[in-house]
């Protein structure tokens, strides 16, 4: 476990490694650290983590982080064989993850205003996962294409590359998310192209707002006073975009290709680099849904930027 540590979470992201730390001594450790390689058998594990009182998706972690331990391990021939290979552990959601309807969304969006009003209305027409959106700088969109361009993300104000190919392709920018980008760029105290688009004036620009207050002190407030009794987070407006997208009728292949799983198929992972006729069409109706015009927007940017 130590050489572990040691040789291998150096090579993964700050959050990454953090995440994996956590798991190791909170779960992995107290359990299995004091047995040798050779005690630790499939079925005990699988009936171990089935005692575990976590989501499915936490049980698939700790079955992963314990997978790559012994990988690691055959890799530098402590041991010849990985028992976690044969570990079932379903990682399928307990429960089906909150989507808003567009009349929710534009209830949303008329209770924030500033900084906020941009970000979630960014968020929703273009289905970015919240590390891609704040790591956003102005040097990102390409107001003469249409579209924007993803290069890296960021984590708990840690900057680092996009992790497949299918998320670094662009996103369309359709022209009523380029004026709001626009009329935020000439209201914003930080507007050069190097600049984030959504700086933080506490940090002087030098870092994008931290997600988790923007989420619980801003937006999750404007839903209760919008009377949204769903509990909403970044990801939620992800699942939405996605949602709606194929409610407005968006073939899978654009759904796939606009919300840049790695999964798409090879057709348009491998050949459609650029903003395609049917993904700006598909976006189109989605930023159709909603008010442009915000009635806040104006309001509040020198506190909220």
């Known amino acids: 476990m130590t050489h572990y540590i040691g040789k291998e979470l150096p090579n993964k992201t700050p959050y990454t490694q953090e995440v994996y730390e956590g798991y190791i001594s909170r779960w992995i450790t107290p359990k299995w650290g004091s047995y040798s390689l050779s005690d630790v058998r499939t079925i005990a594990v699988e009936s171990w983590l089935g005692t575990l009182k976590l989501s499915n998706g936490s049980c698939a972690k700790v079955r992963n982080i314990l997978s790559a331990i012994f990988a690691h391990a055959m ?43 941009v970000m979630v209305y960014v968020a929703a027409t273009t289905g970015l996962r919240v590390s891609e959106l704040l790591a956003l700088r102005w040097q990102d969109c390409d107001f003469e294409a249409g579209e924007i361009r993803l290069s890296r993300g960021i984590v708990r104000q840690n900057v680092g590359e996009m992790k497949t190919e299918a998320s670094r392709k662009p996103v369309p920018m359709e022209a009523a998310l380029a004026d709001v980008l626009t009329n935020w760029r000439g209201q914003c105290a930080y507007n050069q192209r190097e600049d984030y688009i959504f700086a933080s004036m506490e940090m002087d620009g030098k870092q994008p707002l931290w997600p988790t207050s923007a ?16 509990r909403i987070g970044w990801h939620t407006l992800r699942h939405t975009f996605g949602t709606l997208l194929k409610a407005n009728g968006a073939d899978v292949a654009t759904v796939q290709a606009l919300m840049r799983h790695a999964n798409a198929s090879v057709t348009m992972d491998t050949y459609v680099q650029a903003v395609t006729p049917a993904k700006r069409e598909a976006q189109r109706s989605i930023v159709g849904l909603l008010d442009p015009n915000g009635p806040t927007l104006l309001k509040s940017i020198t506190a909220s930027c």
Do not use: C
């Open 75 to 117: 890799r530098w021939e402590f041991f010849d064989r990985n028992p976690i290979t044969l570990v079932r552990q379903s990682a399928k959601r307990q429960r089906t993850p909150e989507v808003l309807t567009a009349d929710e969304l534009n209830a949303l969006l008329g209770q924030l205003g500033g900084v906020y009003w």
């Open 215 to 230: 989420m619980e002190k801003h937006i999750r407030p404007a839903a209760l006073r919008a009377k949204i009794t769903k």
